[in-house]
């Protein structure tokens, strides 16, 4: 009989395959946002994963994370890839999230007008105009706390 182990071969193909990969379970690893970029983008559990972010400006602050708290995200900065990631791949599908924040950016609180110089007609802004002497240190003001030690306009 010829088909015997022709059968047998064939079953221990399969095997092999099945164990080399080919029907192996893949994780998929995604990205929520641009300037990722990873080689593959499955992996099997226990892979090492490495990813890339190249985006980066110097002025912002960035915070990356994955989708689950079974990933340990390891950091580095490489000078040609921007941000260098590595993590071993869970036995489930990863996705990272990047957050990021301009460190430019003003704080409106720090560049707030005085509120007693907004309305001109203002009681207290007419009183402003008058000029009085500082008891403190004799000098010559005409705002409402002195110039030279800030002491306040007596009223
Ligand atoms: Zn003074």
């Not at 994780?27 to 490495?50: I, N, W």
């Not at 915070?63 to 390891?74: M, P």
């Not at 007419?126 to 706390?145: A, I, L, R």
């Amino acid at each position: 009989m010829m088909r015997k182990p022709i059968f047998y071969i064939l079953l221990g193909v399969i095997f092999i395959m099945g164990l080399t990969g080919c029907g192996a379970a893949k994780y998929r690893l995604s990205f929520d946002g641009f300037g990722f970029g990873s080689e593959k983008t499955s992996y099997a559990e226990g892979e090492t994963v490495t990813f890339t972010y190249d985006m980066v400006a110097t002025d912002t602050d960035y915070r990356f994370f994955a989708d689950s708290g079974d990933v340990k995200l390891k950091q580095e900065f490489d000078g040609k890839h921007g941000y260098v990631f590595t993590f071993t791949m869970p036995a489930h599908d990863v996705k990272i999230s990047m957050e990021s924040r301009n460190t430019m950016t003003m704080d409106p609180e720090a560049h707030k007008p005085e509120t007693d110089t907004a309305d001109p007609g203002n009681k207290e802004d007419s009183m402003q105009t008058e000029t009085w002497y500082c008891p403190e240190c004799g000098t010559k003001n005409d705002t409402k706390y002195c110039a030279q030690c800030g002491f306040k306009k007596p009223q």
